[in-house]
């Protein structure tokens, strides 16, 4: 694998890591209802909500898959695809 492939991996998967963090905080957090006092304490949910979330987004600026993988790589492959198919009708065409 290409060195920016592995890094895009990495990336997504810290990316991961900070969402199901902040999906355990939220199901904690209701566990006790509207009146718990997890839910009451706004640093609890400044650390594991919002700061998961903003990890997460700068993640994902940083190490942009369309930066990593390039954008041209899809369009390319569909145009050799293409070309592909051509060659093989006119050759079926015969």
Not at 59 to 73: S, V
């Amino acid at each position: 694998m290409d060195k920016k492939i592995k890094y895009m991996i990495r990336a997504l998967a810290f990316n991961t890591v900070c969402l199901i963090i902040r999906e355990i905080y939220r199901t904690i957090e209701l566990e006790d209802g509207w009146n718990g006092k997890i839910i009451h304490t706004q640093v609890y949910f400044n650390g594991f909500d919002g700061a998961m979330v903003i990890l997460a987004i700068y993640t994902l600026n940083f190490a942009h898959p369309g930066r990593l993988i390039g954008r041209g790589m899809g369009r390319d492959r569909a145009i050799e695809d293409q070309k592909s198919e051509s060659v093989i009708e006119l050759g079926a065409a015969t």
